[in-house]
């Protein structure tokens, strides 16, 4: 069974702006803080921003500013608005629920590359 499935990434110059989507299953949504999570080869997945499920949120400092969390409930959704993209930004991006016990399996993710 599928629980979370991410999309909306792709390739853009510095400076530029993507949405991702993550659909998560009623179990893994419900009720739970969720996060977007980044990932580059070699590097240990880290997390780059978090959403309780009332909607308070935090960020990784390197993305403070530039990246917003919210979330739909009625949808089961939670996004990642990324603006100003930076090379480093690059990686495959996942989300999850913030807390180790409630997370499902890791989805397939969403490749972000930002490059000129």
């Known amino acids: 069974q599928v629980q979370l499935v991410e999309s909306g990434g792709g390739s853009v110059q510095p400076g530029g702006s993507l949405r991702l989507s993550c659909v998560a299953s009623l179990r893994i949504f419900s009720g739970n803080a969720m996060g977007w999570y980044r990932q580059t080869p070699g590097k240990q997945r880290e997390l780059v921003a978090g959403?309780?499920?009332?909607?308070?949120?935090n960020y990784a400092d390197s993305v403070k500013g530039r990246f917003t969390i919210s979330r739909d409930n009625a949808k089961n959704t939670v996004y990642l608005q990324m603006n100003n993209l930076k090379p480093e930004d690059t990686a495959v991006y996942y989300c999850?629920?913030?807390?180790?016990?409630?997370?499902?399996?890791w989805g397939q993710g969403t490749q972000v590359t930002v490059s000129s």
């Open positions: 999850n629920g913030l807390y180790v016990t409630r997370r499902g399996s």
């Open positions: 959403i309780t499920s009332l909607g308070v949120t």
